[in-house]
Antibody, heavy 121, light 107 residues
Framework: QVQLVESGGGVVQPGRSLRLSCAASGFTFSSYGMHWVRQAPGKGLEWVAVMSYDGSKRYYAESVKGRFTISRDNSKNTLYLQMNSLRAEDTAVYYC??????????????WGQGTLVTVSS | EIVMTQSPATLSVSPGERATLSCRASQSVSSNLGWYQQKPGQAPRLLIYDASTRATGIPARFSGSGSGTEFTLTISSLQSEDFAVYYCQQYHNWPLTFGGGTKVEIK
């Protein structure tokens, strides 16, 4: 069965960096695009970034463009999110999500349980 | 950016009753629309994609309809496990965007 396990969250000061990881299993990781989606406490869902199956395409939300970098290691079945210049408004649960189809369908058919990032001094 | 608007914000329904949730897009998204269910403390779960296709393992009481700018999620007979927050999401254009959610609560 598909499993996505995020790690790397925690408390970080404004302006600092953090790297999230998402370990995938139960499917052919190298065949699917992968996304990060976040949810601020008590708020709705916000798509953050996507990387295509082979790393050739990356797209970002405007709110994180230039500060966050999505990457993947298909040999390790792992997705990453490097977050730099963190702000208080980046505080959220960050979910790793599998793209819904071969190619880039752009919806999310499996989600991890999320990792909480808190940006606070 | 395509803005997704869900209504109502909260829907109070008795178990066994029908629930109808609405989602409107600020411009046409064709049929590139998904619905997700989220329970407290849990990750979202895909219910519907391509506006009307049920995801794997989703019960038949969940159905989606619509195209263009107007979409509906219908739960034909609410079960206790269906009380949750529901989000729509467009994937017609970048950036991908979600509606603000509809909370379905017990009446």
């Amino acid at each position: 069965q598909v499993q996505l396990v995020e790690s790397g969250g925690g408390v970080v000061q404004p302006g600092r960096s953090l790297r999230l990881s998402c370990a995938a299993s139960g499917f052919t990781f190298s065949s699917y695009g992968m996304h990060w989606v976040r949810q601020a406490p008590g708020k709705g869902l916000e798509w953050v970034a996507v990387m295509s199956y082979d790393g050739s395409k990356r797209y970002y939300a405007e709110s994180v463009k230039g500060r966050f970098t999505i990457s993947r290691d298909n040999s390790k079945n792992t997705l990453y999110l490097q977050m730099n210049s963190l702000r208080a408004e980046d505080t959220a649960v960050y979910y790793c999500a599998k793209d819904g189809g071969l190619g880039l369908r752009r919806f999310f058919d499996y989600w991890g349980q999320g990792t909480l990032v808190t940006v606070s001094s | 950016e395509i803005v997704m608007t869900q209504s109502p914000a909260t829907l109070s329904v008795s178990p066994g009753e029908r629930a109808t949730l609405s989602c409107r897009a600020s411009q046409s998204v064709s049929s590139n629309l998904g619905w997700y269910q989220q329970k407290p403390g849990q990750a979202p779960r895909l219910l519907i994609y391509d506006a009307s296709t049920r995801a794997t393992g989703i019960p038949a009481r969940f159905s989606g309809s619509g195209s263009g700018t107007e979409f509906t999620l219908t739960i034909s007979s609410l079960q206790s496990e269906d009380f949750a927050v529901y989000y729509c999401q467009q994937y017609h254009n970048w950036p991908l965007t979600f509606g603000g959610g509809t909370k379905v609560e017990i009446k």
